[in-house]
């Protein structure tokens, strides 16, 4: 029998730790819900960045005709710079040629130029300047002569369009260089004074396509062109473009819209390269040129003369990933710090 003191008892009551399950689901949704739109969002740019890349087919030569891997993890892309895209109404010479080498501690990043007007053997087609082979055979043809020439495997080819510098540089604010001294572009009417330059935008593809006027002709453009690329990458990398990510994307947007790449980059491949270079500034960035003995004249065309020995020895630093002990050794860095 209930005595008429006892109080009734609540048959909906819940027990203490069925609320706090309650709220811990809230306070997860509220913290989870903006890391899950983040991560959208960034899913859908790199989706967006890596539609804008384009790509080419087969350009790497038959297997048993390459040279070995690169030692351990290291890694070399051949990069060029030309002033259409490779498809855009077939292929032309390339302005600029370089093997980037990417060593296995991903403390450095090596810029090796070769000289547009290097004399070398063009398989199917005899000696002829390096850049031909781009217009005979596209990038397939220029990998296989880098590759007989030098004994470097290239793992990656990457194309930059230099309309695409201009777009670059305006996403970035504009890339500041020093010029050491003035001179005239003839070709292009402009001046350049002494001290730091902003280049941005059209200034900067004037900069580094400029030829004469420059007392080391090839060579001193060669210089101009790391320069810029190390600015570039420098400017990039700084606290306020990485925290930016409006000025970011509008970089990325510029890169992504100017490179061509073999079949098997993806922008999975820059993100984690990215990655693994994130200690890397533009400071690290360090360039040469190959090794040359001087220019001559050949059939009425004026051609540069490489060095076999000083290159056979400097490529095989580059494939022994020991290009640190090279340049201790024997020196041979371009300053880029400074520009004609």
Known sequence: MTTSNELPVRTDARPPTSRRRKVLIIVSLVLLL??????????????????NIQRVQDVFPAEQDRPAKAVRSAQNWLVIGADRRPDEGG??????????????????????????????????????KINSAYAYG?????????????????????????????????????????????????ANKVTWRQGETLLEGEQALLFVRQRFGLPGGDFDRIKRQQAFLRAMMQKALSKGMLTDPFALDEFLQALTKSVTVDSSVTISTFRDLAFELRGVRGGDMLSTTMPVTGSDTVKGMSIVRLDAREGARLAEAIRNDTLDHYFTDNGGLNDTSTVM
């Open 34 to 51: 903006p890391l899950a739109a983040l991560f959208a969002l960034a899913m859908q740019r790199q989706y967006v960045y890596d539609s």
């Open 138 to 186: 596209g990038p397939r043809l220029l990998i296989t002569t880098v590759e007989k020439l030098t004994g470097v495997r290239i793992d990656h080819f990457a194309a930059l369009d230099f309309a695409g510098f201009v777009a670059m540089t305006k996403a970035l604010g504009g890339v500041t260089v020093y010029i050491s001294k003035d001179s005239y572009d003839s």
């Open 91 to 128: 292929f032309q010479r390339s302005d600029c040629i370089m093997i980037a080498h990417i060593p296995a501690d991903r403390k450095r990043v090596y810029l090796i130029s070769i000289p547009r007007d290097s004399y070398v053997a063009i398989p199917g087609h005899g000696k002829d």
